[in-house]
């Protein structure tokens, strides 16, 4: 009777443990946070040395949460991989001298871990003169003196839309040079109407993508509407040609897709053509310290994102914008 007796208790212990297991199962929150990773660029100041960054001393925050951070990794040796997209529009404000030897330079310059395509912003869309190759003289080849006006019609931002759709995903970086007058005649805005459709669709398209857009403003704005904050009376203005109010807001929403990817803008300060030389040499170094940076994201969808550093003198470019996935739970 006692054997029996003992094995009755062992019963109803192991029913109450399975139970047990079971409501603490049904009852504990399933973990909602998701692996994220995306590309940062560092910038250091006044001797700033970037090589002491590390993810203990980088904050992340998504939404209005901190997010933990579970790696940073240097964007070289064998992570250094990129496919790097040099896009054009067929404007004429791009001349055949200098500017295109200097986009020809940079490209024959990078190092032979980055793949570089060459496509025009042509009416039909994208035109790629060349795939992503790791031959950098013929993409240099490829780039050519624009055709004048046959662009005309054509949304830059529709273009670099539908360049995203044809770029197939990739485990290396992937970025995009983008240069225009940053001008869309599809969208009749005006200078006070900084909102265009088009444009905000491509950029969420590119967060969404992880993809880094760089822009050179080529369109010849008025030298004392470039700058809203140091305001010239058009009477100072001494320059012969002023150029078209439509440059203005070309060079906002260039701005804008640059800003808000994590790139870089950069545009004419007078209405002489001039090299591209130092815009490109600083994307360059931009490229060459960029790092990988992973944490645990807790909000699906598109999520506002912030990375800063502690180390003194010492800033963090990233896209303002977070694409995170449902987690599993």
Do not use: C
């Not at 003992?6 to 049904?26: D, F, Y």
């Not at 998504?62 to 990794?73: P, V, W």
């Not at 006006?149 to 670099?160: C, D, I, K, V």
């Not at 598109?302 to 449902?326: G, R």
């Amino acid at each position: 009777m006692k054997k029996a007796s003992n094995l009755q208790m062992l019963i109803v212990l192991a029913v109450l443990t399975v139970a047990w297991i079971q409501a603490g199962a049904q009852t504990a929150p399933a973990s909602t946070e998701v692996p994220v990773s995306l590309v940062l660029t560092l910038q250091g100041h006044h001797g700033a040395d970037l090589s002491g960054v590390n993810s203990g001393n980088l904050i992340v925050t998504e939404g209005r949460e901190s997010a933990k951070i579970t790696n940073l990794q240097p964007l070289q040796g064998e992570r250094a991989g990129l496919e790097l997209f040099i896009m054009m529009d067929n404007a004429r404000e791009i001349s055949n001298g200098t500017q295109i030897e200097d986009i020809r330079h940079f490209i024959l310059t990078q190092p032979a871990t980055t793949k570089i395509g060459v496509a025009y912003m042509d009416m039909q869309g994208p035109r790629i003169a060349q795939d992503l190759t790791a031959d950098h003289t013929l993409a240099a080849q490829a780039v050519i003196t624009p055709l004048a006006n046959l662009a005309n019609g054509q949304s830059p931002y529709t273009a670099l839309s539908q360049l995203i759709d044809k770029w197939p995903a990739s485990n290396d970086r992937r970025e995009v040079v983008m240069i225009s007058t940053g001008e869309d005649a599809t969208f009749g805005g005006s200078v006070s109407d900084k909102m265009n459709p088009y444009l905000d669709a491509v950029i969420e398209k590119a967060q969404r993508a992880g993809i880094v857009v760089f822009t050179i403003a080529t369109g010849r704005e008025p030298l004392h509407l470039q700058d809203e904050h140091q305001f010239i009376p058009p009477t100072q203005n001494t320059l012969a040609t002023v150029g078209p109010t439509g440059a203005v807001l070309g060079r906002i929403y260039l701005a804008q897709i640059a800003e808000g990817t994590g790139g870089k803008l950069y545009y004419y300060r007078s209405s002489a053509p001039i090299s591209f030389a130092p815009y490109l040499r600083d994307v360059s170094e931009r490229l060459a310290n960029q790092y990988l940076v992973s944490f645990l994201a807790k909000k699906p969808g598109l999520e506002s994102l912030k990375v800063k550093s502690k180390v003194p003198h010492i800033d963090v470019v990233t896209a303002k914008k977070v694409y995170v996935p449902a987690g599993k739970g």
